[in-house]
């Protein structure tokens, strides 16, 4: 079974940033695709960010020039830092990975979420 554990929400002012992380843990073998999404009260989840394995990466359009998917391979974590947010980036932001264990089997898993709230 594997863990995805988020930090780094909170409440900022618009124009401002933060840094979201999310670490993963248990029976990894590979982390191949890992992703950043959003979900809004009363909308659909959302792509924000999304990094390959190789460190290709691509983001919504919406976050273009604003944000910044990373991964660091060595501590299974994924980062999303975010800059000139805006009060529209308000919502629960949660990570995924797509995992291969050593049994050859592969899942996509998912952490809980963090707020993120942005005040006008």
């Known amino acids: 079974q594997v863990q995805l554990v988020e930090s780094g929400g909170g409440l900022v002012q618009a124009g401002g940033s933060l840094r979201l992380s999310c670490a993963a843990s248990?029976?990894?073998?590979?982390?191949?695709?890992m992703g950043w999404y959003r979900q809004a009260p009363g909308k659909q989840r959302e792509l924000v960010a999304r990094?390959?394995?190789?460190?290709?990466?691509n983001y919504a359009d919406s976050v273009k020039g604003r944000f910044t998917i990373s991964r660091d391979n060595a501590k299974n974590t994924v980062y999303l830092q975010m800059n000139s947010l805006k009060p529209e980036d308000t919502a629960v932001y949660s990570c995924?990975?797509?995992?291969?264990?050593?049994?050859?089997?592969?899942?996509?898993?998912w952490g809980q979420g963090t707020q993120v709230t942005v005040s006008s």
């Open positions: 990094i390959t394995g190789g460190g290709t990466t």
């Open positions: 248990g029976i990894i073998f590979r982390i191949n695709a």
């Open positions: 995924s990975a797509d995992v291969s264990n050593y049994s050859s089997s592969r899942a996509v898993y």
